[in-house]
């Protein structure tokens, strides 16, 4: 299962710190501890899969970034990225960890966040899509 | 207008050609009555006549407008011709002055707020759901059809039979106005009793009580039969007193139709039964007369009236008391635990103590659906009645009636002991007439719906309106209907969107009255049920086959094979979702010669031999010792292991195995198997869906209140269903692909 921002149904996958978008948006704003709600079609030979930015003006404001990708609350990566830009995260998930019956709870923390000096709300990055592949 | 006159004639149609029966067959026993009396028992027995005549002919596939005509013409004209319609007994002594006039200004109103609601399009949930379901889907096959997949529609149904006839010429509200006259009736009874003991204050007191009580008022108005059962308990009860004091032989005839007729109408009614046998025995035996003739004869007609309806479920169903007693009478269409469920269920509402029961039932009626006044908080009270004789059969009567409400806490339930009740309170006043006018009056005042609101609970069950234009149909009924019950729409979305002969599953109850599909619904049948299993299975990683129970034993030659039960689980059934015999690493194919067993549920043993994750056998009650799934393999199988596999749900449950050697002797061959783990690995939803196509089902309607309800919105492609209708983000119809 694969969760594009830009789907209708996007919000209802949306369990926390996604900033709601317009219908239609291809990404969305998110905040420290973006988490989904994404189901497994099987628990094997999945990876996880995600398409997100960190945006340049951010990226000059916070300095280097730590994410940290989990799976039903255990971790599966963390990952330095010392460059802005377009990133692509893929890594197999171990089949114990998944279950068919109920959503899994995929997130992503990013420890610093980028503060809008205009009105001072803060946010992580920029979440294009994100899911399950085989 | 021309359905307002369809209805009002469908209604008048049935409750004059009954009455007409209950005068013939009143003039044929030549009793001596009150003219009152004799209108309102002719009524009484006329319908139960009646409905007897509808079974037989609904059995015969002839229940049809043409012959209701001729039937009602026949037994009206020959009514009339006999002069059976003209009584002849003497009149009551007049009413006071005062007691009529408190009785004509209550009943008036409360007449004009019931009358119109009963004519207003019917909107009660079980009477869309079933009393009228059952009704439609009689009147389409013009006579009784085989239901498995309904449990509702084995119960006794006498009343839904006169529903039947009236459904015919005037649809749902004909029926609903048909249980109105049996409001009215008991009102005039009850009446009437009172003027027969002497005290009319009492009888118009008593009468006041019981037709302004709101649960009584929603009750009688709509296509239940809570109503009709406290008519029938209260002319038993009268006509028994009236025995009492004559003796006549006669007076057995109707009485034995009347508690024949209870249990026909309603189970919980059976009570009728050891009621007016008991009396007419215990009245007997004091006087030192003969007490085994006269309870013989009584029990004998009572019996023409039962016994047709627990002939038909057991011949349809396997079980004359179909849907209870299945432990006695094991079937595949109702569960165990289904019935045991219920109970548990119908014995609390969700009460947190018993002692929540007085206020609920007399004040607020948000729990207990249906609140009787605050008057009933007397009730105590009532117990100085027990001084006078009158009192003390009151109070015997109200006891007996009353009983089924300690397994159905429903306030509606309390309707039969209501009428006893009523007068008991009223007898405790007799002396003190002005008080007993002051109550009357306060009561009336109390449950006049404007007057309700400022003390009942919100959601307490009740009439709140007088729907005037959708009685009259100056409101179109859809409208009237659609904005009253969601489901009413929803059945509507399969209506249109559901080809004609399709099953619809949905999980919660629908109004089968406005459907002409068979909508099989989650709880209401062990196939519906099981359907439910599986449709549960991919969503609940509890339900899915993930426990493996291994026997390896030294390879053997054996007959056949079975699992036990040996534990006694407080709160799980047993299950096995897949039974495999395995020979070395491998499977021993099953074959067309094996014969597989179960005890409990022989009926779905298949299912644990289909290899579908989805579906399981269950024993549909508790786990416990001797329980057993078996395979016989028909010849000698060398074989070294046997793999039971389940779900965790069986934690409480405990097997050992037992094999038949070619000596054909059973041995236990271990009493423990090893326990491993396999996580589902695959998504189980499609595997879901193609088992319920399996069975004949396309559709499914899911509300947004059912368990796990967005899985099927969000996950329908995973489901392999598409969603073809939605109405109001509260119901989604799918289609099953």
């Not at chain 2, 809570?226 to 007193?241: K, N, P, S």
């Not at chain 2, 029990?299 to 002939?311: C, E, K, M, N, T």
């Not at chain 2, 299975?537 to 034993?553: D, E, G």
């Not at chain 2, 269950?618 to 596999?645: C, H, K, N, Y």
Request: some cysteine; overall charge positive; glycine content about 6%.
């Amino acid at each position: 299962m694969f969760i594009e921002m830009s789907s209708p149904d996007a919000s209802w996958h949306i369990v926390k710190d996604v900033e709601p978008g317009a219908t239609g948006d291809q990404w969305r704003w998110t905040k420290q501890n973006p988490s989904l709600k994404i189901l497994a079609v099987t628990t094997q030979n999945l990876k996880l899969s995600v398409d997100f930015s960190l945006w340049d003006v951010a990226f000059r404001q916070t300095g280097p970034v730590e994410l940290t990708f989990l799976v039903n609350g255990k971790t599966l990566d963390k990952i330095r990225y010392t460059t802005p830009g377009q990133k692509h995260f893929e890594k197999p998930i171990p089949p114990e960890w998944l279950t068919t019956d109920v959503e899994s709870i995929v997130s992503i923390s990013i420890d610093k966040l980028y503060t809008a000096p205009e009105d001072g709300v803060k946010f992580g990055f920029i979440l294009s899509r994100i899911g399950f592949v085989r | 207008m021309r359905a307002v006159l369809a209805i009002l004639f469908g209604a008048s149609f049935t409750v004059v050609t009954a009455w007409s029966i209950g005068a013939i067959l009143l003039r044929k026993l030549s009793l001596a009555l009150y003219r009152v009396e004799e209108r309102l028992f002719a009524f009484m027995l006329g319908s139960a006549c009646l409905s007897a005549i509808i079974f037989a002919l609904a059995a015969l596939k002839l229940v049809r407008r043409g012959v209701l005509l001729a039937l009602g013409i026949l037994v009206i004209g020959y009514a009339f011709y006999s002069g059976a319609h003209r009584p002849k007994g003497h009149e009551f002594p007049a009413l006071p002055r005062r007691w009529k006039w408190v009785f004509a200004a209550a009943f008036s109103f409360f007449t004009v707020l019931y009358f119109i609601n009963a004519l207003a399009p019917e909107v009660s949930p079980d009477g869309m759901a079933y009393h009228l379901g059952e009704v439609a889907k009689y009147a389409r096959a013009h006579g009784f059809v085989r239901i498995t997949t309904n449990l509702y529609g084995n119960l006794s149904q006498g009343i839904e039979l006169l529903f039947l006839h009236a459904f015919l010429f005037g649809k749902h509200s004909a029926a609903a106005l048909v249980h109105y006259s049996f409001l009215l009736c008991l009102a005039f009874l009850m009446l009437a009793y009172g003027r027969r003991i002497g005290h009319p204050g009492v009888g118009v007191a008593g009468a006041v009580f019981l037709y302004a009580s709101p649960v009584v008022g929603i009750d009688g108005t709509i296509a239940y039969n809570d109503v009709a059962v406290a008519a029938i308990a209260f002319a038993l009860f009268y006509l028994l007193q009236i025995w009492d004091q004559e003796r006549g032989a006669n007076l057995l005839v109707p009485i034995g139709i009347l508690t024949g007729f209870a249990f026909a109408t309603k189970y919980t009614a059976f009570v009728a039964v050891p009621y007016a046998l008991g009396f007419i025995a215990w009245k007997q035996w004091r006087a030192r007369q003969a007490v085994f003739r006269p309870v013989l004869a009584t029990a004998a007609l009572a019996l023409v009236f039962i016994a047709p309806w627990l002939l038909k479920n057991w011949i349809w169903v396997d079980n004359p008391f179909s849907p209870f007693a299945n432990r006695l009478f094991p079937n595949p269409y109702v569960h165990v635990s289904f019935e045991e469920d219920y109970r548990r269920m119908e014995q609390t509402y969700g009460l947190t103590s018993r002692w929540q029961i007085p206020w609920q039932v007399t004040v607020k009626g948000d729990i207990l659906a249906g609140f009787f006044g605050p008057l009933f908080l007397l009730t105590p009270l009532a117990l100085l009645a027990l001084r006078q004789r009158a009192g003390r059969q009151l109070w015997l009567a109200a006891l007996i009636f009353g009983l089924p409400f300690y397994a159905n806490v429903g306030a509606r339930f309390l309707i039969p002991a209501a009428p006893f009740v009523s007068l008991a309170l009223a007898l405790t006043f007799a002396n003190v007439e002005s008080l007993l006018l002051v109550l009357a009056l306060a009561h009336a005042i109390s449950c006049w719906p404007r007057v309700e609101t400022r003390y009942c609970g919100s959601t307490a069950w009740r009439l709140y309106e007088i729907p005037y234009k959708a009685a009259l149909r100056i409101e179109a009924e859809q409208a009237f209907i659609s904005r009253r019950s969601v489901q009413y729409n929803e059945t509507q979305l399969i209506e249109r969107l559901v080809p004609s002969g399709e099953r619809v599953f949905s999980f919660g109850q629908m109004t089968d009255a406005y459907s002409r599909h068979e909508i099989l619904v989650s709880f209401q049948a062990a196939f519906n049920q099981v359907v439910t299993d599986i449709l549960w299975t991919p969503i609940f990683n509890s339900f899915q086959p993930t426990r493996l129970l291994t026997f390896r034993f030294s390879p053997r030659q054996l007959r056949a094979v079975r699992v036990v039960q040996t534990e006694r689980a407080r709160d799980v059934q047993w299950g096995v979702s897949e039974l495999r015999v395995l020979d070395g690493a491998n499977e021993v194919p099953r074959l067309p010669g094996w014969r597989l067993r179960a005890h409990p549920n022989p009926w779905d043993v298949q299912m644990a031999f289909d290899n579908s994750p989805v579906t399981r056998w269950r024993s549909w009650q508790l786990a416990e010792p001797g329980m057993f799934i078996q395979v016989d393999f028909g010849q000698a199988q060398e074989l070294d292991a046997v793999v039971v596999e389940c779900s965790d749900e069986g934690y409480q449950t405990k097997i050992k195995l037992e094999g038949l050697d070619p000596q054909g002797k059973w041995a236990s061959i271990l009493n423990q198997p090893v326990e491993t783990s396999r996580p589902t690995r695959v998504n189980l939803r499609r595997a879901a869906s193609e088992e319920l196509k399996a069975r004949g089902i396309h559709y499914i309607l899911v509300e947004k209140n059912d368990f796990r309800s967005e899985d099927f919105q969000v996950y329908a492609g995973l489901w392999g269903m598409k969603c073809i209708g939605e109405w109001n983000s509260a119901g989604w119809l799918y289609h099953i692909e």
